[in-house]
């Protein structure tokens, strides 16, 4: 059984409405910013700009995440999660309404619809993000926090393979729309489920933030002054902004250009969740041994190779299908090595006892950089002829971009110093199978309190 019972697991057991949490969350995520919406706006008649700008709402608001930590010591950890998760499913709803709709001819306004639905529910999230890690960090005894961890992604992993076999099933049975409208209706279903786990939890003791003098001092001189940070800070940007594009227009030019069918789709980027898996699994027993600088090169020289190979089926027109599983998976494993990479690698030149800036601001510029780049690069992949099609030159030209920067950073992240042996993660859960969006939650200007409390009526979690 994939859900803890009290006689399979007595310890996870009381904790296991954070981990239905996850399970229905991953339903509702999954299609809100990923794949199914990059089809459903090209099935709208988006072109690659107005692609670009809905994927890129989740890394170009997430500064919002440290701004709403200013309301947690009013409002709490649970009641501002519960605020912006509540907030975000009833953004579905348009998506749902157009998808009823079914126009034959979409018209311009239903483009905008979508654009400004993926908005608010970006921004939402991104309010609901600022308290939940360390909301549900502080509610998990020490004991078993790896064991929670580990069981969360597969539960989520499980969510998201399943709903992506799902939708590609249907995808070959039924007309887009239908599909559409079900899909969808399953990401509110899962919003509204992962709402309610999410209300049974136990609130925690409000934080204390840091002040905002020492935010408005301290943020330009740790980005400004040398140091191992600011250095390590300015080589993460340049793949965060080369990569960030690649996953959606990758789906726009196979399903708007190459013609692929919107269930082979599915099915390829189901299969970046497998190289993802495999990664981590493979890095396990590695990481602690090896330090992280290995698993840089490694996922650079891997996004080097992902180049390369698009690059090499562009130059076939297309034609050379049976390369594209192959490039999925191995997107999954290099995504999955550099985050792990990354985290690690923080956790080392950080000192624990004054990482909430820091942390903060690394994921806050490199996530708000990386979500420029879908909005730029989609304006110049913009096709001069009539339809959805992309600019396959400017494609090419992007993994010309991506292929260079992978060989220089491939190079440089040698220079890096690093300490030898293990350390604390920073991030417990829910990097793994999104990794980059990940990096996005390590904005975390909050510290953990040593109390914890319960809502009335609430069941204790320890």
Not at 173 to 186: D, G, T
Not at 242 to 254: G, M, N
Not at 255 to 284: C, D, E, P, Q, V
Request: a positive charge.
């Amino acid at each position: 059984m994939l859900f803890p019972t009290q006689k399979r697991d007595p310890e996870l057991y009381p904790h296991r409405h954070g981990l239905y949490f996850s399970f229905f969350n991953a339903l509702n995520w999954q299609v809100a910013i990923g794949t199914p919406t990059v089809l459903f706006m090209q099935h709208l008649g988006a072109d690659s700009f107005q692609v670009g700008l809905v994927f890129a709402w989740t890394f170009l608001l997430t500064p919002v995440q440290v701004l709403a930590t200013a309301f947690l010591p009013h409002l709490g950890f649970k009641r501002l999660t519960l605020a912006g998760w509540s907030a975000r499913g009833w953004c579905l709803v348009v998506p749902i309404g157009l998808a009823i709709l079914a126009p034959r001819q979409p018209l311009p306004w239903m483009i905008y619809a979508m654009v400004t639905s993926m908005f608010l529910y970006s921004l939402s999230r991104a309010v609901g993000g600022a308290a939940l890690t360390t909301w549900l960090y502080q509610l998990i005894p020490a004991p078993i926090s790896g064991r929670y961890w580990a069981t969360d992604q597969i539960l989520s992993g499980v969510a998201i393979v399943g709903s992506l076999v799902l939708y590609s099933a249907l995808f070959f049975i039924f007309p887009p729309y239908v599909v559409f409208f079900v899909q969808y209706s399953i990401a509110i279903l899962g919003a509204w489920m992962a709402n309610r786990q999410l209300n049974i939890l136990p609130d925690v003791e409000r934080p204390k933030l840091l002040s905002l003098e020492k935010i408005i001092t301290e943020t330009p001189r740790l980005i400004t002054e040398p140091s191992l940070f600011r250095t390590y800070l300015w080589l993460s940007v340049p793949l965060f902004v080369t990569i960030t594009p690649l996953a959606p227009f990758a789906a726009y030019y196979l399903k708007a250009t190459a013609g692929l069918m919107a269930a082979s789709i599915m099915l390829l980027t189901m299969l970046t969740y497998f190289g993802l898996i495999a990664a981590n699994w493979f890095m396990r027993t590695h990481m602690d041994q090896h330090g992280a600088i290995p698993f840089f090169r490694l996922s650079y020289a891997f996004f080097g190779l992902i180049a390369a190979g698009w690059m090499l089926f562009l130059q076939s027109d297309g034609r050379w299908l049976i390369m594209l599983p192959f490039l999925y998976f191995l997107q999954g494993f290099a995504s999955a090595c550099w985050t792990s990479a990354n985290l690690t690698y923080l956790s080392k030149i950080i000192p624990e006892q004054d990482r909430a800036l820091p942390v903060s601001i690394h994921g806050a510029v490199i996530t708000f950089l990386g979500g420029c780049s879908p909005v730029l690069w989609g304006l110049f992949m913009k096709s001069s002829t009539e339809g959805t099609a992309i600019n396959v030159a400017v494609f090419q030209a992007f993994f010309v971009v991506l292929l260079l920067s992978s060989v220089v950073l491939y190079w440089r992240v040698r220079q890096l110093p690093e300490k030898t042996g293990a350390s604390g993660p920073l991030l417990q859960g829910g990097w793994m199978l999104r990794p980059f969006r990940g990096v996005a939650n390590l904005i975390n200007l909050v510290e953990p309190a040593t109390g914890k409390k319960t809502d009335e009526g609430a069941p204790p979690m320890n």
